[in-house]
């Protein structure tokens, strides 16, 4: 899951939601707003059946830059100062309204990779790192696809035999997808493809654009494109194949360069994937600030977090219910968090944004949310290594009728194999596709495109095609390893696109769906089963913590590690 993990602040950077292609959204041409110390982005629910575009023109009275309107969900994103919020509370048929992101308050700090996706770019202890041979790919594959135990796993090579996603659209809700790659590209839909974020320079870095708008191909952080490629990399005779290599990849961008994902641009792709007729969407992140949303906040919550809270909690709820009743089955990892869903320990991290102002929250399961995997209609995923073992890292959930976890899938385990020659080597985690420009953010690639000794180390691996004439140049594309139910969840995303290949009605693409529920109970009720190997599982052996102990009820057909199962590309196409 990608987890937050970047604060930095420079001044009044541009902040408003791009937004585009939608019937029940719209983007509204900036206009000068008051600046003030308590400045910032506020999103502002209106009630069920409130005239929301009325509610935008207030707030346009009132002061305020009304950046998007989405009417589907009523939800207005306005930038101004501290008075507009108060203004927008006192208007008949809001229901709430929070500020989303503030100006001028948050500490620099450095970026850099994610510590549990990337764990083996910061263990120096590691048995060997290193990238040095290529494992045979199955008969018909591509060259890097031998690599990729996970796929074998779940049966996805000898699924391809039978369908391959032809007509299936999958949207990709994450930090971008780029759409030049070359496992990518031809299955990259360039015109539905949407970008609903903003780039802010004090969390994202200087801009790369003019407007702060990237292009809806461009992936600055990375994480988006190796999702991307799980679930759908071309089988071409070049890099890797994904589980399903024929669907149409949608970027619905909804995540910053930094990693965050706040809930204005997560709602507008939401709402845009119902519209625009994807049949599945991958969701590997939680909607920040905060790592759990609790109904009227934590205890130790301000009214101000609580009322912030309340909002994401309702307009995540109808997002999340539009999007299923426009056919769209919902895909999410269930956390990197190594805790139980079902009993949550004391939350230290949030609010993550801005910087400083975290604390401790006590959290109560059946008011506290971690979303968007625990709301409504979200498949759950949890996260195996290569012995079909739950990952170290990877939430689980002992409340078997909670909906919390659906069924598990390979999200990498760079610490699996104790004791053998595997044991915390690269080969146990994900290999799929990298954008260049998130590499040479890293330092793993050099400005030439040459691979570093830090990428070298981390396995970085580069793939050119021949040089057809003696003037042209090879081009090339990166990929690289990560671990999470970040990783695992597209497995599962795949594999739920083939089953709508498989058993959708319809011609064309754009027609040619499935029902989400129907789905779901496809993808968990041909999962392979697996039993609890034991009652907890003590990762101390593998030099964690007490605190990563984890708890294994239920039976061989549905428990708190696996779900119903491990996803089955073969069985779900039969």
Not at 94 to 103: K, Q
Not at 273 to 283: E, Q, R
Not at 527 to 538: D, I
Request: contains cysteine; hydrophobic residues 35%; proline residues 5%.
């Amino acid at each position: 899951m990608r987890r937050s993990r970047m604060l930095a602040l420079t001044g009044t950077a541009a902040l408003v939601a791009a937004f585009a292609g939608s019937a029940t959204a719209t983007a509204v041409p900036s206009t000068p707003a008051a600046t003030t110390a308590d400045s910032g982005t506020f999103v502002v629910l209106a009630d069920e059946g409130a005239n929301v575009k009325a509610i935008a023109d207030r707030l346009k009275r009132a002061g305020g830059t009304v950046t998007s309107v989405n009417t589907a969900i009523g939800l207005v994103t306005v930038k101004g100062s501290g008075d507009v919020l108060r203004a927008a509370r006192s208007i008949a048929g809001v229901e709430g309204a929070a500020r989303e992101r503030s100006i001028g308050s948050a500490p620099v700090r450095a970026k850099g990779p994610d510590p549990v996706e990337q764990e083996h770019v910061f263990d120096r202890t590691r048995t060997n790192g290193t990238y040095k041979s290529t494992p045979t790919p199955p008969a018909g594959h591509d060259p890097l696809d031998g690599h990729l135990w996970g796929m074998q796993m779940i049966h996805a090579f000898e699924a391809h035999a039978v369908e391959k996603g032809d007509k299936v659209r999958v949207g990709v809700l994450d930090t971008g997808v780029d759409g030049t790659h070359l496992d990518l590209a031809a299955n990259f839909d360039s015109a539905l493809s949407r970008n609903f974020t903003t780039d802010m320079p004090d969390i994202d870095g200087p801009c790369e654009v003019a407007s702060c708008v990237d292009p809806a191909n461009v992936d600055d952080d990375g994480h988006g494109t190796h999702v991307a490629g799980t679930i759908g990399a071309a089988l071409n005779g070049f890099g890797l194949s994904g589980v399903a290599p024929d669907v149409d990849l949608v970027n619905i961008r909804g995540g910053q360069d930094s990693g965050y994902f706040f809930l204005g641009p997560v709602v507008n792709a939401l709402t845009y994937a119902g519209d625009t007729g994807l049949d599945v969407v991958n969701m590997s992140f939680y909607v920040d600030p905060w790592l759990y949303n609790c109904a009227g906040g934590a205890p130790e919550d301000s009214p101000e977090e609580a009322m912030e809270q309340d909002v994401i909690i309702a307009a995540m709820t109808r997002a999340l219910d539009y999007a299923h009743s426009k056919n769209v089955t919902l895909v999410g990892a269930l956390g990197n968090n190594h805790e139980d869903l079902s009993n949550p320990r004391t939350d230290l991290t949030s609010p993550d944004y801005p910087g400083g102002t975290e604390h401790p929250r006590t959290i109560d399961n059946e008011t506290c949310w971690d979303l968007p995997v625990e709301g409504p209609h979200v498949i759950g995923v949890s996260a195996l290594g290569p012995t079909g073992e739950k990952a170290d890292y990877s939430n689980w959930a002992t409340d078997l009728t909670s909906g919390e976890l659906e069924v598990s899938a390979p999200g990498g385990w760079y610490r699996d194999g104790i004791g053998t020659d595997t044991y915390r080597t690269n080969g146990n985690l994900i290999l799929s596709s990298v954008s260049l420009a998130s590499l040479r953010n890293t330092g793993e690639v050099d400005k030439n495109g040459n691979i570093t000794q830090p990428g070298r180390v981390n396995g970085v691996i580069k793939q050119c095609t021949d040089r057809r004439q003696p003037d042209q140049k090879a081009t090339c594309s990166y990929y690289a390893w990560y671990q999470g139910t970040s990783m695992a969840s597209p497995h599962a995303a795949g594999v739920a696109a083939l089953a709508v290949a498989a058993h959708g009605t319809g011609a064309d693409a754009g027609s040619f769906s499935l029902a989400p529920d129907t789905t779901k109970a496809l993808l968990m009720g041909t999962a392979t089963n697996h039993a609890c190997n034991a009652p907890a599982r003590s990762y101390e052996p593998e030099g964690r913590s007490a605190e990563f102990t984890a708890t294994c009820v239920g039976t061989a057909e549905f428990n708190s590690f696996y779900g119903d199962g491990i996803v089955n590309a073969l069985g779900v196409v039969q």
